[in-house]
């Protein structure tokens, strides 16, 4: 199993260029989640998937689109590329169950690491 | 809403130093809780993990104890290496979000350096 996969690794962009950010994951998990990392913030939650067809927003959603484009895939769009959305992105999945337990181990892929110039 | 604080870093020890790394939390509800590793270059990878009070989370040497009363999770290990140099981030799962969800909350992350 490849667990969480992301592409493109690296990407340079300039200001108001559109991207797509990619992700997948082969574990057969319900649930996926794209996050930014950037230094001293920790990670911050963009947007997330709670099961397939469904869509929510996180913390710091403004300037970006997802798609749930089936259970495997949860994809990132950036439409006009802002230098406040240099980071490094992270997806992860869990397995999403259902029940009273609050725990959920969430799989991170490697990363994608953005600027914008 | 919930939150999670752990000690500022950066951390740097020596070789077979002793290591802590503090982490606090608010939550409401039972939440579980989490030591994230992420080395350089790469994603974050689960270091160990409780689900409820008391509970002791154990890998690769480290541990860390969830202690409800004192709303506390700290990473500790005896005995660091060269190769645990990465950052550490606590994180906790939230209740129940309407549905299979479970969002997690992160700390800030704290960089440990062990020198040899």
């Known amino acids: 199993n490849a667990g969480v996969t992301q592409t493109p690794k690296f990407q340079v962009l300039k200001t108001g260029q559109s991207m797509t950010l990619q992700c997948a994951q082969d574990?057969?998990?319900?649930?996926m989640y794209w996050y930014r990392q950037d230094p001293g913030m920790g990670l911050r939650l963009i947007y997330y998937?709670?099961?397939?067809?469904?869509?929510d927003k996180g913390e710091v959603p403004n300037g970006y689109n997802v798609s749930r484009l089936n259970k495997r895939e949860f994809s990132l769009r950036l439409e006009s590329a802002a230098p406040s959305q240099t980071s490094v992105y992270f997806c992860?999945?869990?397995?999403?169950?259902?029940?009273?337990?609050?725990?959920?181990?969430?799989?991170f892929g490697p990363g994608t690491r953005l600027t914008v110039l | 809403g919930n939150s999670v604080t752990q000690m500022e870093g950066p951390v740097t020890l020596s070789e077979e130093a002793f290591l802590t790394i503090n982490c606090t939390y608010t939550?409401?509800?039972?939440?579980?809780l989490f030591w994230y590793v992420q080395y350089p270059g790469e994603g974050l990878q689960l270091l160990l993990k409780?689900?409820?009070?008391?509970d002791k989370g154990s890998n690769k040497g480290f541990e860390a104890t969830y202690r409800k009363e004192t709303t506390s999770f700290h990473l500790e290990k005896g005995s660091v290496q060269v190769s645990d140099s990465a950052v550490y981030f606590c994180a906790l799962s939230g209740v129940r979000d309407g549905g299979s969800n479970y969002k997690l909350t992160f700390g800030k992350g704290t960089l440990l350096t062990v020198n040899p």
């Open positions: 409780a689900t409820k009070a008391d």
């Open positions: 574990m057969n998990h319900n649930s």
């Open positions: 939550a409401t509800g039972y939440p579980s």
């Open positions: 998937s709670a099961s397939e067809g469904t869509t």
């Open positions: 992860a999945s869990s397995p999403g169950t259902s029940g009273f337990s609050s725990y959920n181990e969430q799989f």
